[in-house]
């Protein structure tokens, strides 16, 4: 049976194989695969400060990058209402699009990958990484995370 570390560095190993392999088509597209994929976060974490957190960068990491997707126009700043300090990131039109069409180019790279499991094993893979996502409390609260053939 494999270690948490060793499982944990095959997770790492198979996340950085993604990004090398991502990492052509999302140039064709004028984005480093960072800033890919905090454009496709902006949805869920607007703000600068989850940004960095969510993605396990330094702020100034995310601020060089938001400068960048900024000049691209691929996102703008608004004010906070209520909290002028704080201003949140949303995507513009063509953000939206670059979004769209990286994440179908990553789909193409990630899908080669899966097409190596069959249907079983994939969603059988899939109820797996839902769980280990859950936080504590989430994880306390459904503690079968519904892996496939324990519901």
Not at 95 to 117: F, H, P, S, Y
Not at 123 to 135: G, P
Request: charged fraction near 30%; include cysteine; proline fraction near 7%.
């Amino acid at each position: 049976m494999p270690s948490p570390w060793e499982v944990l560095a095959n997770i790492w190993y198979l996340s950085q194989l993604i990004m090398e392999d991502s990492t052509p088509a999302l140039e064709e597209l004028g984005l480093h695969p960072k800033a890919f994929f905090l454009m496709a976060q902006l949805d869920q974490n607007p703000f600068p400060a989850e940004l960095a957190r969510i993605m396990c960068l330094p702020p100034p990491t995310v601020t060089y990058i938001v400068k960048q997707l900024e000049k691209k126009r691929y996102i703008v700043r608004k004010a906070e209402p209520g909290d002028l300090r704080k201003f949140r990131l949303l995507l513009t039109a063509s953000g939206r699009k670059a979004v769209k069409t990286g994440q179908e180019k990553v789909n193409e790279v990630i899908g080669r990958r899966l097409e190596r499991l069959d249907r079983a094993d994939l969603a059988l893979f899939q109820d797996v990484v839902t769980r280990l996502t859950l936080d504590d409390s989430e994880a306390a609260r459904n503690p079968s995370g519904g892996v496939a053939g324990e519901r």
